[in-house]
């Protein structure tokens, strides 16, 4: 089937993307990783010995990131629907992390230890249609807020990818009901032209352990 000509820009953009060289040749699995260095790099997100879960972890630039940033004595669970190839020092789960069985299994491995720091990147598969892909952004964004709730340390933050639009002020509105602290982020990694925007929590009002 012949491409489109907006599929060949896309195409010729991505190819030529100075993120995505990068990533390249320093050996990361996607250019998304910048936008976790950046971030990281200003709120200090990742230290050793801190517990890790990394929602939507799929194809793993994230988890290759912060595993080495949180050794040694510390732990990342990475989880996904796709499958991820092997990484070292990540623990990968396969599966919907709303899944009854999958939380089960996460919470297995978590052994009743408080998490650290909760990832998600996660985005929706785009049919579009623009208020349709926004509402699956907020739920996705919805269900990795309630997978921190409960599960964070006191001292413990959530990172998460929204997108400005329809329900994006309820959905900041929820995080500021559940951290004491919330900031938004776009680091230079995140297109001029896309609505993405990190929301970073931190201080869980109701924390796992106190």
């Known amino acids: 089937m012949k491409r489109s000509n907006s599929s060949n820009t896309w195409l010729r953009e991505h190819e030529n993307d100075a993120y995505v060289l990068l990533s390249r040749k320093e050996g990361f699995r996607s250019r998304a990783v910048y936008k976790l260095t950046e971030i990281d790099g ?36 990475a989880v996904d629907l796709l499958e991820i190839a092997p990484l070292p020092g990540v623990e990968i789960i396969q599966g919907d992390f ?59 933050a959530f990172l998460v990818k929204t997108f400005q639009g329809a329900g994006y002020p ?27 925007l990190f929301l970073l929590g931190r201080h869980p009002k109701a924390a796992a352990g106190g």
Request: net charge positive.
């Open 42 to 77: 200003k709120d200090r997100l990742l230290r050793p010995g801190s517990t890790v879960v990394d929602l939507g972890a799929a194809p793993g630039s994230w988890a290759q990131y912060a595993v080495k940033r949180i050794q040694p004595g510390g732990r990342l669970i």
């Open 170 to 196: 309820d959905f900041r509105a929820q995080m500021m009901e559940t951290f004491r602290t919330v900031a938004s982020r776009k680091p230079a990694a995140s297109r001029d032209r896309s609505s993405e």
């Open 98 to 156: 709303t899944d009854d069985a999958v939380l089960a299994q996460i919470d297995a491995r978590l052994g009743g230890r408080p998490v650290d720091l909760v990832l998600s990147d996660m985005a929706p598969n785009i049919s579009g249609i623009a208020l349709m892909d926004q509402a699956r952004a907020v739920n996705l964004a919805e269900m990795a807020l309630d997978f921190a709730r409960g599960r964070l340390a006191p001292d413990g």
